[in-house]
């Protein structure tokens, strides 16, 4: 299951934009008719990526929102402060400089807690990452 997913992630580093985000609306289709939920939050933030890139700004948001409420169902952190950056960005675009400070906020405060609850050799380079030193020391 996580190849479609790790392949999605490809055709979207790729440029392949249009490709991804089929691919991954083909993904989410699948495990809603099979009631699996475990990947379906990272397909689903994969396909607002490629939406947004394709300029389909207002489904990107309701994918956007889809995927975080997964991603909480699954009490997952890994993904969601990457989801509230991505509201932030579109936000701050749409001149929501409010809304964007407050999911801003909620992303720098799950980054804090991956961070106080991963081990001291390895904080580092998770704080290193572009996407997470975007978010907490942004320009």
């Known amino acids: 299951m996580f190849g479609h997913v790790a392949f999605g992630s490809y055709l979207y580093a790729r440029g392949e934009l249009a490709r991804a985000a089929e691919l991954m609306a083909e993904r989410t289709s699948t495990l809603r008719q099979l009631g ?5 939050h990272d397909a689903l933030f994969i ?12 489904q990107a948001f309701q994918l956007l929102h889809q995927a975080r409420t997964v991603a909480e169902g699954l009490q997952s952190r890994r993904l969601p402060w990457q989801i509230y950056a991505m509201f932030s960005e579109m936000e701050m ?6 809304q964007a400070g407050n999911y801003r906020a909620q992303a720098v ?8 609850h991963t081990p001291p ?4 380079a998770f704080l290193n990452l572009p ?7 942004p320009a």
């Not at 699996?36 to 379906?40: A, E, K, L, V």
């Not at 405060?109 to 106080?116: D, K, N, R, S």
């Open 109 to 116: 405060g799950i980054i804090e807690y991956i961070v106080a």
């Open 121 to 124: 050799e390895f904080r580092q």
């Open 36 to 40: 699996f939920r475990h990947s379906m």
């Open 93 to 98: 675009e749409r001149g929501n400089n409010g």
């Open 131 to 137: 996407d997470v030193h975007a978010v907490i020391a």
């Open 47 to 58: 396909q607002a990526k490629a939406t947004r890139g394709l300029g389909q700004t207002e």
